[in-house]
């Protein structure tokens, strides 16, 4: 059986084809910020921590991204969290 990959199982919770594809290229940037040469499909998203995602929120707050934008983007981290949780790829506390 396949490894299940913890983004694009989040990506298949949203209702609407619209969050489905403004979260795939909010995903797929997030995994270049990780990995410049990796996808959201490609990404191991089980060393996913929250300094990742404190250190990506502040490089988005010196680029002077939006406060709705840095919001997307936790939103999106937060989803494939919770899929990774699900999927027993990370611990609750992480």
């Known amino acids: 059986m ?3 990959n913890p983004a694009q199982r989040y990506i298949r919770t949203l209702e609407s084809e619209q969050s489905r594809t403004a979260m795939t290229s909010l995903l797929n940037n997030v995994a270049r910020y990780f990995d410049a040469e990796k996808t959201l499909a490609e990404l191991d998203w089980s060393v996913l921590s929250a300094d990742h995602v404190y250190n990506l929120r502040d490089r ?4 002077k ?3 709705s934008t840095i919001n997307s983007y936790l939103a999106a981290m937060k989803g494939v969290a919770h899929q990774c949780w699900k999927l027993h790829l990370i ?4």
């Open 2 to 4: 396949a490894k299940i």
């Open 91 to 94: 611990d609750v506390e992480t």
């Open 65 to 67: 991204k939006s406060p």
């Open 60 to 63: 988005m707050r010196r680029q």
